[in-house]
């Protein structure tokens, strides 16, 4: 039986001076592997100019550097929009999204195939859980994107398909891969990771204190009204997340933005102005807007007047916040809309009932 060869995208410099030592080499050869990976993205052997030529011949005998096969690149939006439908080695699909100037140069990217959590407003939720991500493939996502839009990325969010921290091992190995200042050298203040609040992994985010962001899928002030829309908010109450939260405002060296999608009665009162104020006091932070875009979710979108008004309210009550600009709508691309057309198979995860992915 013929072994499988080693991806080598996604390991580390200490795991990649291992392998090379495997395979008889001095551990240079692995700091080397890394630099040539990551800092110069190499996407063969052929291209790593100063290892042996028969280095290079074992490490095509027992290695591959790693790819995704894209399976669909979308046209262009007006605004330079663009989604990619990757398929993964096991024949699994994902979505990504880069976004020009926005500023910056922005990728959007998935953690896992599909979702367990089942938010309303999110079409990746009815998709259900297959699998969680490698850490690889999480970043194979980002230098993938950048190769087929030949730009140099700026900026990284996870806010595609997948709640980021029920994959906190691999999404946290790929932050630190990406922020890495001898290999992708993403500047940390421009990696954000998203979460509907995870609570234990929140209380891991404290105690790692990875180099990123980390943003909060909050949507509602009340627990009543945040379990209508976030099932998964019934075991992470706001009051304890919250305590997480200000206990991470101690180590993290980024303040804490609170995503907000706008949804008519449900979120948009007085009320839930004065409520946030309240939910985030000591907690460094910035409020999110976000536009409810079409998923078949039964929500009723708030209006632009009604947006508008919550944002002054949330001025008058001292909250920093932000309206994101919608991108991608027709392309499905925006905010909620990520969903890969997979068809059910018989090893899928059956979504909550499983609880947290492992």
Not at 36 to 55: G, H, K, N, T, V
Not at 155 to 184: Q, S
Not at 280 to 285: E, G, M, Q, S, V
């Amino acid at each position: 039986m013929t072994q499988a060869k080693t991806t080598l995208i996604g390991l580390t410099r200490e795991e990649l001076e291992s392998f090379a030592r495997r395979l008889g080499q001095p551990l240079y050869r692995g700091r080397q592997l890394h630099r040539w990976i990551y800092a110069r993205r190499a996407r063969s052997f052929d291209e790593m100019s100063d290892l042996p030529a028969s280095f290079r011949d074992e490490l095509t005998a027992h290695a591959e550097p790693g790819c995704l096969t894209v399976a669909h690149r979308s046209s262009r939006a007006p605004d330079g929009t663009q989604k990619f439908l990757f398929e993964l080695a096991d024949g699994l699909r994902i979505e990504s999204v880069h976004l020009p100037e926005s500023p910056g140069q922005t990728v959007c990217i998935s953690s896992q195939v599909g979702c367990a959590l089942g938010c309303t407003f999110c079409a990746t939720g009815k998709m259900g859980f297959y699998r969680n991500l490698r850490a690889g493939e999480i970043v194979l996502q980002v230098m993938e994107i950048e190769r087929l839009s030949g730009v140099t990325l700026t900026n990284v969010v996870f806010m595609g398909m997948g709640e980021p921290l029920h994959n906190y091992d691999n999404v946290v190995k790929a932050v630190r891969l990406l922020a890495g200042r001898d290999g992708l050298a993403f500047t940390p203040s421009r990696i954000t990771v998203s979460t509907v609040g995870i609570i234990p992994a929140v209380e891991r985010w404290c105690n790692d204190n990875p180099p990123a962001k980390l943003a909060v899928s909050l949507h509602a002030t009340t627990d009543e009204r945040r379990q209508r829309i976030v099932p998964a908010a019934r075991a992470f109450p706001l009051d304890a997340l919250m305590k997480s939260l200000r206990r991470l405002a101690h180590v993290a060296r980024f303040p804490v933005t609170f995503e907000y999608i706008m949804i008519a009665g449900l979120n948009d009162r007085r009320k839930d102005a004065a409520n946030l104020r309240v939910l985030l006091r000591n907690i460094p932070a910035k409020v999110n807007l976000i536009r409810l875009h079409p998923t078949g979710s039964g929500l009723v979108p708030s209006d632009d007047e009604a947006i508008h008004r919550f944002m002054g309210w949330l001025v008058e009550e001292g909250i920093a916040c932000t309206l994101r600009v919608s991108r991608g709508v027709e392309d499905s691309a925006a905010c909620g809309m990520l969903f890969s057309q997979e068809p059910f198979r018989p090893t899928k995860a059956r979504a909550w009932e499983r609880g947290a992915p492992s």
